[in-house]
């Protein structure tokens, strides 16, 4: 494929959700960035392509000031659920979290608090939000990301990016693409084929482009033995050609450039933080690509669309007027919060999974005598913010660890929030989870015991009790499972709450008959005491489900973190997480969007009202993936969700499509949700509008997207193996 600049691009006629991504690019932008792009010298134009190095600023990354034009520089900061390295802001729930309310509002109210805080402190990009997908169950940034679904995965993606850049903040979709594993991730090739790359991880980035994103982040990783941030094919072919993407594409921080200032020539913009390497004052961008562009190997023409890039993403947000100045770090005397502990803990509790619950043991019936048993129940005596980027699991599990974290204002612990919402109860504590006899001494004769796990993972420069990143498997960190053992031995009341960055094997316990309820609580960041006893207690009734499947065992997941480095093969193509549990007829544990409630949900009047027309075909060439043609709705489907049960409760409806055998696809996939709250005995009409995208594959020889011809059954359900309503549309 020829070069695609911003500068000279085609868009196709048709695609009207493009063009009006592309029409905020030329009204408000393009042409502001133009103009400023005359007054600057190609020293100017490099400096805004590269960072100032690492600590040569106060943000995480920093480009320098531009007197000819009066562009003060960015401030690059992390990240995913909040500002990283300053004081006076909030931790959100992770992206993990946040992904199991399956609540679209949820996503974009989160981005837009975050985004507040970002604007606040003077952050022109905020490094989030992380969209890779879950296909390695242990792997380390996980907790960063939405799941292991490319939809919901999308969606909130999405919402994501809209909320963050509603409050003129840049937000930057990253890991630009196939990072999904700690272990050798600047060194290893993550070889994939061009269906798995479209249909899968690749979505994502599509919803995101089509939320008007203003920067993508290249990862660590080779993409089919090329290197990320000098991939053409992926940056320039595939992402700023055939997704017509608009922004800007930086690195991240010190990714391997083998080829220098010629990365500029593959779609490369800007180089964060600047060194080459770890601190080296050296960078592959400024005096090299000023060489680069003097001596013809780098086009003059491609030094200007990467410069026009960056400042039209500056104009597209508005940070040319009024944008408050860099206040973070050794700067920071602002504090943003406002009423953001709210959202934050109803947040936490929405996305809190009940898995089980016997004999309607949950919720709580005013106990006498409570028993709260583990580590994770209490706090870290050291303080939340005690260790590095958080690389320790002391206390309660509230995030994992690396440069996805954010500084605790505070942090409840779950011990403090249960004796806060019951002062009448009589409750004793043990939090050695090594020492189970004490533990059990503790849960005998008490009412309901409480037994609180967890599992932790991160990033790779941090190692955490022998963890590189990646989880070393998928058991309860401390002792987790004997500890359960010995309370469910001493106690036939005893509640599991699982504070983890990801499934944990839970079959040495979950079958026990004195286990009679299972609260999946994730990383609910600062207010997870308090959303968990929200849960536990019925203030709020449970409408969290599974972004993820929890399988039996480990081997039952279709991939595993490689730890010989080299060459990861996606051998198992499309077929993750669910995806492959269906097509294997593995059972789960709990299978991916599971979840109970304190109320029974019903369904009926299912309706499908196919298109008027299936002629046509998708477009070819650049912006040809986010065509009008294929995004526009196409089918409508509505069913009627009944609150059958005695309290008030919320539903996520889930919409599958079975595609015909000649599509070659995974038996059912996740192409719709809602979100429905109801009274006790009251009904709603949920509609999901499907678009041909919806039914498309990614055809690799024709290289378009196509519909498969046949039957499809679509089915509405309440997990992806509970199937409520179906019916069929043939196309």
Sequence with gaps: ??????????????????????????????????????????EDKVAVCTGVMWLKGHCVGNTPAVSSINFPGFCLQDGPLGVRLTNGTSVFPAGINTAASWNRQFFRQRGAAMGAEFRAKGVNVALAPDMNLMRVAAAGRNWETFGADPFLTGEAAYETVTGLQSTGVQACAKHYINNEQEAYRGSESSVVDDRT?????????????????????????????????????????????????????????????????????????????????????????????????????????????????????????????????E?????DNVDPQGHHKKLIRQIGAASIVLLKNTNKSLPLKKPSTIAVIGSDA?????????????????????????????????????LSAIKARAPSATISSSLNDFDTTTAANTAKGKDVA????????????????????????????????????????????????????????????????????????GLLGQEAGNA????????????????????????????????????????????IDYRWFDKQ????????????????????KLSIKGPSSTRGSAPTGPGSSLSSWLHQPWVTVTFRVTNTGSVSGTEIPQLYIKAPASANSPPNQLRGFDNVSLKAGASSTVTVTLSRYSFSVWSTTAQQWQIPSGKYTIWVGSSSRKQRLSGTLTL
């Design 327 to 331: 206040n973070v770090g050794s700067q």
């Design 585 to 604: 007829g593995i059972a789960p544990r709990y299978e991916f969007g599971f979840g109970l409630s304190y109320t029974t949900f019903g369904y009926s």
């Design 450 to 521: 409480l037994v609180f796990i967890s599992s932790d993972s991160g990033e790779g420069y941090l190692t955490v009790d022998g963890n590189a990143g990646d989880r070393n498997n998928l058991t309860a960190w401390h002792n987790g499972d004997a500890l359960v053992s010995a309370v469910a031995a001493a106690n036939t009341k005893t509640i599991v709450v699982v504070n983890s960055v990801g499934p944990i094997i839970m079959e040495p316990w979950i079958s026990n008959p004195n286990v009679v309820a299972v609260v999946w609580a």
């Design 1 to 42: 494929m020829e070069d695609v600049w911003l500068i000279d691009c085609f868009f196709p006629d048709d695609n009207e959700i493009f063009n009006d991504f592309i029409l905020d690019f030329q009204n408000h932008n393009l042409l502001n960035a133009k103009k400023a792009l005359a007054k600057m010298s190609n």
């Design 197 to 325: 790359e479209h249909e899968l991880y690749l979505h994502p980035f599509l919803k995101s482009v089509q939320a008007s994103v203003a920067s993508v982040m290249c990862s660590y990783n080779r993409v089919n033995g090329t290197s990320s941030c000098e991939n053409s094919h992926t940056l320039k072919d595939i992402l700023k050609g055939e997704l017509g993407f608009q922004g800007y594409v930086m690195t991240d921080w010190w990714v391997d450039q083998p080829s220098g200032p010629l990365a500029a020539n593959d779609g490369l913009d800007m180089v964060m933080p600047g060194d080459d390497t770890y601190a080296s004052g050296v960078s592959n961008f400024g005096p090299r690509l000023i060489a680069a562009v003097n001596n013809g190997t780098v086009p003059q023409s491609r030094l200007d669309d990467m410069a026009t890039r960056i400042l039209a993403s500056w104009y597209l947000l508005g940070q040319d007027s009024g944008y408050p100045s």
């Design 532 to 575: 968990i006893t929200d849960i536990l207690f019925g203030d709020v009734n449970p409408s969290g489900r599974l972004p993820y499947t929890i399988a039996k065992q480990a081997s039952d997941y279709g991939a595993a973190v490689q730890t010989a480095g080299g060459t990861i093969n996606y051998s198992e193509g499309v077929y």
């Design 378 to 414: 209490g706090p870290n005596p050291s303080g939340p913010n005690s260790c590095p980027d958080r690389a320790c699991n002391i206390g309660i599990l509230a995030v994992g660890w690396g440069s996805g974290t954010a500084e605790f204002p505070y942090l409840v612990d779950p």
